[in-house]
């Protein structure tokens, strides 16, 4: 899509909020970003997996708009892992095949990540995706995420997985076994 300027594309949270938007609007996103997930990702995502990502962290669920369509998605999350880090999580991350080459996952990407650093104070993020996903890990791998496992027949294809991590400061290195545990006011753990 060489004639769409890049400036022109809208990076917004996506918004629950019932007060601004109708509930058939909110429910009509919700089935339009699932649906661009369920066409550009291997794994099928109930409603309720949106919702529960949504509800708890919404400011991590970001969309890229190009006047009324979605043509990105970023879905994640951040919670405490065995109580000795804040751990960030990236669930999902699609562009509409259209769209792609004009960075837009790359700023959804830059969008998260400094989200998760900078107001979660993250230690670590990971992510799983398709090891014969090249374009992907390539992705991944330029923003620092390393590979760390391989799961074997991790999705419902079959395929296997590497699980990815990003390192954000010392605490991500050292085992949970010798960690200091967090204080029970930097927990984070869902809401709902």
């Given at each position: 899509?060489?004639?769409?300027?890049?400036?022109?594309?809208?990076?917004?949270?996506?918004?629950?909020?019932?007060?601004?938007?109708?509930?058939?609007?909110?429910?009509?996103?919700?089935?339009?970003?699932?649906?661009?997930?369920?066409?550009?990702?291997?794994?099928?995502?109930?409603?309720?997996?949106?919702?529960?990502?949504?509800?708890?962290?919404?400011?991590?669920?970001?969309?890229?708009?190009?006047?009324?369509?979605?043509?990105?998605?970023?879905?994640?999350?951040?919670?405490?892992?065995?109580?000795?880090?804040?751990?960030?999580?990236?669930?999902?991350?699609?562009?509409?095949?259209?769209?792609?080459?004009?960075?837009?996952?790359?700023?959804?990407?830059?969008?998260?990540?400094?989200?998760?650093?900078?107001?979660?104070?993250?230690?670590?993020?990971?992510?799983?995706?398709?090891?014969?996903?090249?374009t992907a890990l390539k992705l991944?791998?330029?923003?620092?995420?390393?590979?760390?496992?391989?799961?074997?027949?991790?999705?419902?294809?079959?395929?296997?997985?590497?699980?990815?991590?990003?390192?954000?400061?010392?605490?991500?290195?050292?085992?949970?076994?010798?960690?200091?545990?967090?204080?029970?006011?930097?927990?984070?753990?869902?809401?709902?």
């Amino acid at each position: 899509m060489s004639n769409i300027d890049i400036n022109d594309i809208v990076y917004t949270p996506l918004s629950l909020d019932t007060s601004k938007h109708s509930k058939e609007s909110i429910n009509s996103t919700i089935l339009e970003l699932k649906s661009l997930i369920d066409k550009h990702l291997s794994e099928p995502y109930s409603i309720y997996v949106y919702r529960f990502f949504l509800n708890n962290w919404p400011e991590l669920c970001l969309i890229a708009k190009y006047g009324d369509e979605i043509i990105g998605c970023i879905i994640s999350k951040v919670e405490t892992h065995r109580n000795v880090r804040i751990r960030g999580y990236i669930g999902m991350l699609a562009v509409n095949e259209q769209y792609r080459g004009l960075g837009i996952a790359k700023k959804l990407i830059d969008l998260n990540l400094n989200s998760m650093i900078n107001t979660y104070k993250c230690d670590e993020i990971i992510l799983e995706t398709e090891v014969v996903n090249k374009t992907a890990l390539k992705l991944y791998e330029n923003f620092g995420f390393i590979r760390i496992k391989r799961l074997f027949r991790y999705y419902l294809n079959k395929h296997d997985a590497y699980r990815l991590i990003l390192p954000i400061n010392e605490k991500s290195t050292i085992r949970s076994t010798f960690s200091v545990i967090l204080n029970k006011e930097e927990l984070i753990e869902s809401k709902y």
